[in-house]
């Protein structure tokens, strides 16, 4: 008599597992994109120290619009950007969530822009980023990019 109750109690939990999933709870691909940001806060600047798709997009609050891929020669917003000499951003993911086809992902991110410029003064600005993330080889690499200063 027990046995007829184990076994729609079975596909209930079942059924819920596969309910609760869904998109973002994939861990390994969490961590594997937390590691590439917190490898390129050490190295440089987790805004440019990562890899990036060719055909990517970047935009800040520094430029005037975004560069689309390898686009060089982007009119510079009138800010000290051009300027700078030196720059280091700690970035801290608030959220990442991972597609259920596991070659997909955004990120959004805060934390801290810190830069000298050419006269030797020092500037932090609070930002925030949201970036786009394709898996390709079994590689995460930043397909877009959107990062802006809170006080811009």
């Known amino acids: 008599m027990n046995r007829r109750f184990i076994g729609p109690g079975v596909l209930i939990i079942g059924v819920m597992a596969v309910n609760i999933r869904g998109a973002g709870t994939n861990a390994a691909d969490e961590a594997a994109i937390r590691k590439l940001i917190a490898t390129a806060d ?67 991110s805060t934390g801290t822009l810190e830069y000298d410029l050419a006269n030797g003064e020092h500037k932090t600005k609070e930002v925030a980023l949201l970036r786009v993330w394709q898996k390709q080889s079994g590689q995460w690499k930043q397909t877009a990019l959107f990062s802006r200063a809170f006080d811009e």
């Open 42 to 108: 050490q190295v440089s600047s987790s805004i440019t120290g990562i890899s990036r798709l060719p055909n990517g997009i970047f935009w800040s609050g520094a430029i005037k619009r975004p560069i689309v891929g390898s686009q060089k020669g982007i009119p510079m917003d009138p800010s000290d950007a051009p300027n700078r000499v030196s720059q280091k951003t700690r970035m801290e993911p608030q959220r990442i969530v991972v597609a259920d086809s596991r070659d997909l992902a955004y990120e959004y």
